[in-house]
């Protein structure tokens, strides 16, 4: 059974400090991870890709891998109103035999930022 | 460049109807996957299409069903809706049917079943 697991939130953090969202995965064979942002009512937004250990840095947003921990995850540097949202932490993986992938999801974590 | 589309965008059925979504992947992409995804939870897969053919499926019953045609379009249908089949339910396209390729989300269908 491949589970992904996400902080319970929800998370509150004030304008301009750092967010800090995490996740584990049960599968040793996952090989990409992502990070999808959700506003209330819309569609998952792909934001972030990561596929090997260490850092990824886009903008304000950093994704962490450790692959041998089984964890990953996103940072907010200067977080902003407009980036509350809930926050799904999403692996892929092929069945045996495929060579195509399925995503697997977290719950997600919510995060408020307030000014 | 079109992202993916998906229509309607709202949906009231009553138990035991049919329902059929449909869904456009983006330019470029021939994969297309379906999701579920319930208040409050992440999304859940249900299948995915990639030249004509369900290539893999999730833990859902056969009550679900989909086809994929050649222009890479696709559709879901829900037979003997249930309460329980209310839900978001997203199209995500991803390209060249490749394993860890990512995958991008149309804006969804709310389906409501009274």
């Known amino acids: 059974q491949k589970e992904v697991e996400q902080n319970s939130g929800p998370l509150s953090v004030p304008e301009g400090a750092i967010a800090s969202l995490n996740c584990t995965y049960s599968d040793r064979v996952s090989q990409s991870f992502f990070w999808y942002r959700q506003y209330s009512g819309k569609s998952p937004e792909l934001i972030m890709s990561?596929?090997?250990?260490g850092d990824k840095e886009d903008g304000r947003f950093t994704a962490q891998l450790n692959k041998a921990s089984q964890y990953v995850s996103l940072l907010i540097r200067d977080s902003q109103p407009s980036d509350s949202a809930t926050y799904l932490c999403a692996v892929i993986q092929a069945d045996r035999g495929s060579t195509l992938g399925r995503l697997y999801f977290g719950r997600g974590t919510q995060l408020t930022v307030w000014p | 460049d079109a992202g993916v589309t998906q229509s309607p965008t709202h949906l009231i059925k009553t138990r035991g109807q049919q329902v059929t979504l449909r869904c456009s992947p983006k330019s470029g992409h021939d994969t297309v996957s379906w999701y579920q995804q319930a208040l409050g939870q992440g999304p859940q897969f249900i299948f995915q299409y990639y030249e004509e053919e369900e290539r893999q499926r999730g833990n859902f019953p056969d009550r679900f069903s989909g086809h994929q045609f050649p222009n890479y379009s696709s559709e879901l249908n829900v037979n003997a809706l249930l309460l329980g089949d209310s839900a978001l339910y997203l199209c995500?396209?991803?390209?060249?049917?490749?394993?860890?390729?990512?995958?991008?989300f149309g804006p969804g269908t709310r389906l409501t079943v009274l």
């Open positions: 995500a396209s991803s390209p060249q049917g490749l394993t860890y390729n990512e995958q991008f």
């Open positions: 990561i596929y090997s250990n």
